[in-house]
C-alpha cells in the first residue's frame, strides 16, 4: 500500500508543453465508486492494464492500492463500467525540479486540462508555475471518478 499526497490544478496555458518528458494515452472507468473508496481500470497506450484502489482523502492524502493486469483483463474490466470512459493523454512535465502530470482530457471533457503533483509531506511547498490557474485539490468534482459519474462540473 502507498500513500498519495497530491495537489491538483487546472491549467490555464500552454506554458508546460516546451517542458513535457514523456507523454502516454490513457482510457479509465470505473467500477466502483463508494463513499470510502473507489475501483479504477487504466489502459495505457493500449498496452498496459492497471487496477488502482484509492481510499477516501484526508487533507491531501489518501491510501493508493496499484496493480498491472493483463491490458485484456483491463478493457473486460471497463466493459463493467458504471459510468463515463475517460480518455486523455498525460503529459510527464518538468518544472524546477518536480514533476507534473498534466491530463489533456478528451472526447465529451475536451478542453479540459488537469495538472497535479505529488508530494512527500502534506506541508511540502510548492513552487506554481504560471501556467497553473486555480487550484482544485479540495474540490471533488475534479476527481476523475466524479467526472467519470457526473461529466464536467458547470462554468
Keep these: 500500500m502507498a500513500r498519495e499526497i497530491e495537489r491538483k490544478f487546472l491549467v490555464a496555458g500552454d506554458g508546460w508543453r516546451a517542458r513535457v518528458v514523456r507523454s502516454r494515452a490513457m482510457a479509465q472507468a470505473y467500477i466502483a465508486r463508494g463513499e470510502h473508496a473507489s475501483v479504477?481500470?487504466?489502459?495505457?497506450?493500449?498496452?498496459?492494464?492497471?487496477?488502482?484502489?484509492?481510499?477516501?482523502?484526508?487533507?491531501?492524502?489518501?491510501?493508493?492500492?496499484?496493480?498491472?493486469?493483463?491490458?485484456?483483463?483491463?478493457?473486460?474490466?471497463?466493459?463493467?463500467?458504471?459510468?463515463?470512459?475517460?480518455?486523455?493523454?498525460?503529459?510527464?512535465?518538468?518544472?524546477?525540479?518536480?514533476?507534473?502530470?498534466?491530463?489533456?482530457?478528451?472526447?465529451?471533457f475536451s478542453g479540459l486540462v488537469i495538472a497535479e503533483c505529488e508530494l512527500e509531506r502534506e506541508d511540502e511547498a510548492v513552487i506554481r508555475p504560471g501556467w497553473l490557474g486555480r487550484e482544485v485539490t479540495a474540490d471533488p468534482r475534479y476527481y476523475n471518478a466524479a467526472l467519470a459519474a457526473h461529466g464536467l462540473p458547470p462554468g
Design 40 to 108: 479504477r481500470v487504466r489502459i495505457i497506450d493500449e498496452a498496459l492494464g492497471r487496477l488502482t484502489i484509492k481510499g477516501r482523502a484526508s487533507g491531501l492524502a489518501r491510501d493508493e492500492f496499484e496493480y498491472d493486469i493483463p491490458p485484456e483483463d483491463a478493457r473486460a474490466l471497463i466493459a463493467l463500467r458504471g459510468g463515463r470512459l475517460l480518455a486523455k493523454r498525460r503529459y510527464d512535465v518538468i518544472e524546477d525540479g518536480r514533476l507534473w502530470e498534466v491530463d489533456v482530457f478528451e472526447g465529451e
